[in-house]
């Protein structure tokens, strides 16, 4: 019976695992989405002057669009 339990419990905390990196990983897509309204209140704030004024931001928002990607549990090699 207690081969049983192992095997359930290795499979509940796999489970488990697989859940946190997906909410984690929604997280920071949703600042990446946050970054991305802030820029476009600024840019529509700023007007001409958005390209100076708002660079930081357009900076951050490319950064967190490369690393903050919804990823799955799973790795695929191509």
Do not use: P, T
């Amino acid at each position: 019976m207690s081969e049983y339990a192992d095997k359930a419990e290795l499979i509940k905390s796999k489970l488990q695992e697989r859940e946190e990196f997906i909410r984690e990983s929604w997280v920071k897509a949703m600042e990446a989405r946050l970054v991305r309204d802030e820029l476009v209140k600024c840019q529509r704030h700023e007007g001409v002057n958005h390209l100076e004024n708002c660079k930081w931001l357009s900076e951050k928002y490319l950064v967190m669009l490369k690393e903050n990607r919804v990823k799955g549990y799973k790795k695929i090699d191509f």
